[in-house]
């Protein structure tokens, strides 16, 4: 990357507008990870692990090293009823096995922040905020969401993922049902219908703790490679959830 700045800056007599030279890579990936109160701190601590096992695994940095370039940009944040704006993570290029260890180690160090209210809302425009800061092209843009329940403070969710989806910015989830929200009528279709969207976007749920680990390394190679889920057992039931629905419950702890 340094060398080819210096070509530009050389050809261009030393002036150079770093804004105006976003650098190209196979995808710009964000992770949007939930530490509402509605998860108990052992799971908040597992999903934690989980992304920093994901990022450190080999699988994963195979998955960066096959792209057509070889190197993502990747950013981080953790959510509740607001963004933890101590949580976030800028944009770092990732293209070897040091810089995944480094983003991970970062992450693995931060403190838990504030934890009342679930805002899916705020988390997406948040992150699509993020992806008009950074210095990178990418033949992909993805918003990659965690949660256990629906959007219940904050704007309502789906004209906040619909105003990412006409940036053609790509939203993936990963529904957490260890404890599963009924009152919504399952969070996976609530996620299906709400939440994710664009050319190929995809759910993964997580139904025990154990699980995390494996989901999130799923998930993540399959967002890094272009590549889709496996076909899934359908949602039984195909009728549309009201995406309003987690606004007129309680805002949970």
Same mark, same amino acid.
């Given at each position: 990357?340094?060398?080819?700045l210096?070509?530009?800056i050389?050809?261009?007599?030393g002036?150079?507008?770093?804004?105006?030279l976003p650098y190209?890579?196979?995808?710009e990936?964000?992770?949007?990870?939930?530490v509402s109160?509605?998860?108990?701190?052992?799971?908040t601590?597992?999903?934690?692990?989980?992304y920093?096992?994901?990022?450190r695994h080999?699988?994963?940095?195979n998955?960066?090293?096959?792209?057509?370039?070889?190197?993502?940009?990747l950013?981080?944040?953790e959510?509740?009823?607001?963004?933890?704006e101590?949580s976030?993570?800028?944009w770092?290029?990732?293209?070897?096995?040091g810089?995944?260890?480094?983003?991970?180690?970062?992450?693995?160090?931060?403190?838990?922040?504030?934890?009342?209210g679930?805002?899916?809302?705020?988390?997406?425009?948040?992150?699509t905020?993020?992806?008009?800061?950074?210095?990178?092209?990418?033949?992909r843009?993805?918003?990659?969401?965690s949660?256990?329940g629906?959007?219940?403070?904050g704007?309502?969710?789906?004209?906040?993922?619909d105003?990412?989806? @006409?940036?053609?910015i790509?939203?993936?989830?990963?529904a957490?049902?260890?404890r599963?929200?009924?009152?919504?009528g399952?969070?996976?279709?609530?996620?299906?219908?709400?939440?994710?969207g664009?050319?190929? @976007?995809?759910?993964?749920?997580?139904?025990?703790p154990?699980?995390?680990?494996?989901?999130?390394r799923?998930?993540l190679?399959?967002?890094?490679s272009d590549?889709?889920?496996?076909?899934a057992?359908?949602?039984?039931?195909?009728?549309?959830?009201?995406?309003v629905?987690g606004?007129?419950?309680p805002?949970?702890p």
């Open positions: 990357m340094l060398n080819m210096a070509l530009l050389s050809l261009s007599g002036v150079i507008n770093p804004a105006a190209p890579v196979d995808v990936l964000i992770l949007a990870v939930d109160g509605s998860m108990d701190m052992e799971e601590r597992m999903q934690r692990e989980g920093v096992e994901a990022l080999p699988d994963f940095i998955a960066i090293r096959n792209g057509k370039l070889g190197r993502i940009a950013g981080y944040f959510w509740a009823g607001f963004v933890n101590t976030v993570l800028e770092e290029l990732i293209d070897d096995e810089d995944a260890q480094d983003f991970a180690a970062k992450i693995e160090v931060q403190q838990i922040g504030p934890r009342r679930t805002s899916i809302s705020n988390a997406i425009l948040f992150g905020a993020m992806f008009d800061r950074n210095a990178f092209s990418g033949t843009r993805i918003l990659d969401i949660g256990d629906p959007n219940n403070v704007p309502s969710v789906t004209p906040a993922r105003a990412a989806l @006409s940036r053609d790509i939203i993936n989830g990963l957490i049902l260890i599963p929200t009924a009152s919504i399952g969070l996976d279709r609530y996620y299906r219908d709400c939440v994710i664009g050319p190929g @976007s995809f759910m993964l749920p997580v139904h025990e154990e699980d995390f680990a494996v989901a999130i799923q998930k190679i399959l967002e890094v590549r889709y889920p496996p076909p057992l359908p949602i039984v039931d195909t009728e549309q959830i009201d995406c629905t606004l007129m419950l805002p949970g």
